[in-house]
């Protein structure tokens, strides 16, 4: 070490050090070694600890959502009936927790963990059914897929009318009151739900249409139809689900409430703005169209209302006759076409003033799109129920021969 080193003193710590005297207690002993180490392994303990805690609260949470471990479950076919509603969309998850808050089965998971070995869960659809109380997971499962427990479904087609429609001398088409009277039946501690189609009639006579769901822009016109039709055309083809139990005037409510949903999502009343006419005439033309010609022909028999509206023709259309007799015909005769009233087209200029079916989305389309055409006239002259069309009453003529001559006059 040279001198220059020292004077820089950079080893006089580690001198220091080195020749620093070891304390010793009295009794000649060596003091206690320092508690770091201690205090360390403390802390890994506690973070082991903490890990195992998270590990449990995981696993625990797993079960919950895999139904592994013990659950809560009832024993047996169940007690008592109690109608439940599936909602569209709903898992098997979001069916057991309807069926727990109706007191069906005991818990979540006891439907879930049943619903793993029966398929047939899948297949469930939007609805109502009727379940037991206090049944076992098992057995609640084997009550939703069976097909009779499912009540208050209804399939209206379009065309579909309030009221029955006779055809020939033993053909009853039942109409919508008829077919919601029969959606409300059920049979629940032995008792039935069913409402008669009467007592529906009635309700529709004297009921606030605003309280059955009648959308605004219909209220109005519904409101000066004769009682017996103020809902006509208002309740759109499709299949609806309403609740056994129910009194008639909340039957109406659901169904008229679903179907004023589907007119917004049709467009109505927006989609009527630049017809030239209101949403509920636009709504009576689609009725027309519905029953005077097929899907292809939608479009020009539309076209031909719009026509022969513009000038002021009679529409003369044997679908309004109908429309109020007791056993309508495909045809009419003479006697049927001098029957006075509202409805009658060959007696009357302008609309019917209501609709005389339930229009579909096609009819509808046509009523606010119409072809283009300058179109006065129209006849079916295929069997098919085609129609031919024309400008002038000579060619009307000329395919009315046609009509007799293919048989479809």
């Known amino acids: 070490m040279t001198q220059h080193d020292d004077d820089l003193d950079l080893f006089s710590e580690a001198r220091t050090e080195r020749h620093r005297p070891v304390r010793v207690d009295r009794g000649g002993r ?5 508690r770091k180490k201690k205090r360390k392994t403390g802390l890994w303990i506690g973070m082991l600890v903490v890990l195992v805690l998270i590990a449990a609260g995981g696993y625990y949470g797993y079960k919950q959502l895999t139904g592994i471990g013990d659950y809560e479950d009832f024993a047996g076919q169940g007690e008592g009936d109690v109608v439940i509603q599936v909602h569209n969309g709903d ?8 069926l727990v808050d109706a007191g069906v089965v005991a818990s979540s998971r006891a439907f879930v963990a049943a619903a793993e ?3 047939d869960v899948r297949g469930v659809q939007p609805g109502y059914y009727v379940m037991k109380t206090k049944a076992s997971g098992s057995a609640a499962v084997s009550k939703i897929v069976d097909p009779k427990s499912r009540v208050g479904a209804m399939d209206i087609k379009p065309g579909a009318q309030l009221e029955n429609v006779i055809l020939g001398q033993d053909k009853v088409v039942k109409g919508i009151t008829a077919m919601l009277a029969d959606a409300s039946c059920a049979e629940l501690d032995g008792k039935s739900t069913c409402v008669p189609p009467e007592q529906l009639a009635e309700a529709v006579k004297t009921a606030d249409l605003a309280k059955l769901g009648v959308p605004d822009w219909a209220i109005p016109d519904a409101s000066k139809a004769e009682p017996q039709r103020r809902l006509e055309g208002l309740i759109m083809p499709g299949v609806y689900h309403v609740k056994p139990g129910s009194t008639p005037e909340e039957l109406w409510q659901q169904l008229v409430g679903e179907s004023a949903t589907r007119m917004q999502a049709f467009g109505l009343p927006d989609v009527a ?5 209101t949403p509920y005439q636009v709504l ?8 005077e010609a097929i899907t292809k022909d939608f479009g020009k028999v539309s076209r031909v209302t719009y026509n022969r509206l513009r000038e002021s023709m009679k529409l003369e259309y044997d679908s309004t006759i109908n429309y109020v007799l007791d056993r309508p015909a495909i045809r009419t005769n003479e006697e049927d076409r001098d029957r006075v009233g509202p409805y009658n087209t060959y007696d009357n200029t302008g609309l019917p003033p209501t609709p005389i079916s339930a229009p579909g989305e096609g ?22 129920g085609t129609s031919c069309f024309a400008v002038t009453n000579d060619e009307h003529n000329d395919n009315r021969v046609k009509a007799q001559a293919n048989g479809a006059y």
């Not at 060596?30 to 320092?34: H, I, Q, S, V």
């Not at 898992?91 to 309807?98: F, M, R």
């Not at 283009?372 to 002259?381: D, M, Q, R, S």
Request: proline share 12%; net charge negative.
């Open 284 to 291: 009576v033309m689609a009725s027309l169209v519905e029953k």
């Open 30 to 34: 060596r003091p206690p070694p320092p």
């Open 91 to 98: 898992s098997t998850g979001d069916i057991a927790a309807t």
């Open 273 to 277: 703005k630049d017809t030239g006419y």
């Open 363 to 384: 009819a509808l389309e046509a009523a606010v799109n119409p072809e283009p055409g300058e179109w006065l006239f129209f006849v079916k002259c295929e069997k098919d």
């Open 117 to 119: 070995s029966n398929t």
